[in-house]
T-cell receptor
């Protein structure tokens, strides 16, 4: 059984650029949630996808968008990057409302 | 508006002693609570959870206590081991209109001294 994987592990972008982060969910899981963890903070819920549909959203602007594919892998897209977007982005997969399993995260630095 | 708070950013405990990590919340609609452990360069790992209808849940060395009237929960680790050194996050589960989300606290860094 493969766990949750995320790519890339690290990424450096400049302000105004766009970025796409990827997540492969654990086998059998149909739900993916994305979180942003700024330095010294806990993970903040961005949104969740269940069977390719957005199923909940936190307090993040529309320039944060996502996709879930038929194989339940997912992408997080962030447009018009700002310095404050620098953070660890975590993906978690689950079977519907069950226990969430987190990936190791993607560290995004915006210069 | 911080709905889940962990007011102690760090805690040091001697090996073999009890570690107590605390968490406060403001929203009485949370239906269950979880504790996660996070090592550097890894994602959070689920540790233990408790339903809002219970006041205690135990799993080996880990026990979570819930005091609904005080909107407070705590994680007890007995006995503490050096491998328990990590950042611990308290999280609350909220279901709203068919969707659900987890709200995390800011974490407490536990250091268990050998």
């Amino acid at each position: 059984e493969t766990g949750v994987t995320q790519s890339p592990t690290h990424l450096i972008k400049t302000r105004g650029q766009q970025v796409t982060l990827r997540c492969s969910s654990q086998s059998g899981h149909n739900t993916v949630s994305w979180y942003q963890q700024a330095l010294g903070q806990g993970p903040q819920f961005i949104f969740q996808y269940y069977r390719e549909e957005e199923n909940g959203r936190g307090n993040f602007p529309p320039r944060f968008s996502g996709l879930q594919f038929p194989n339940y892998s997912s992408e997080l897209n962030v447009n018009a990057l700002e310095l404050d977007d620098s953070a660890l982005y975590l993906c978690a997969s689950s079977l519907a409302a069950g226990e969430q399993f987190f990936g190791p995260g993607t560290r995004l630095t915006v210069l | 508006d911080q709905q889940v708070k962990q007011n102690s950013p760090s805690l040091s405990v001697q090996e073999g002693r009890i570690s107590i990590l605390n968490c406060d919340y403001t929203n009485s609609m949370f239906d269950y609570f979880l504790w996660y452990k996070k090592y550097p360069a890894e994602g959070p790992t689920f540790l233990i959870s408790i339903s809002s209808i219970k006041d205690k849940n135990e799993d080996g060395r880990f026990t979570v206590f819930l005091n609904k009237s005080a909107k407070h929960l705590s994680l007890h680790i007995v006995p503490s081991q050096p491998g328990d050194s990590a950042v611990y996050f308290c999280a609350a589960h909220q279901r709203t209109s068919g969707t659900y989300k987890y709200i995390f606290g800011t974490g407490t860094r536990l250091k268990v001294l050998a």
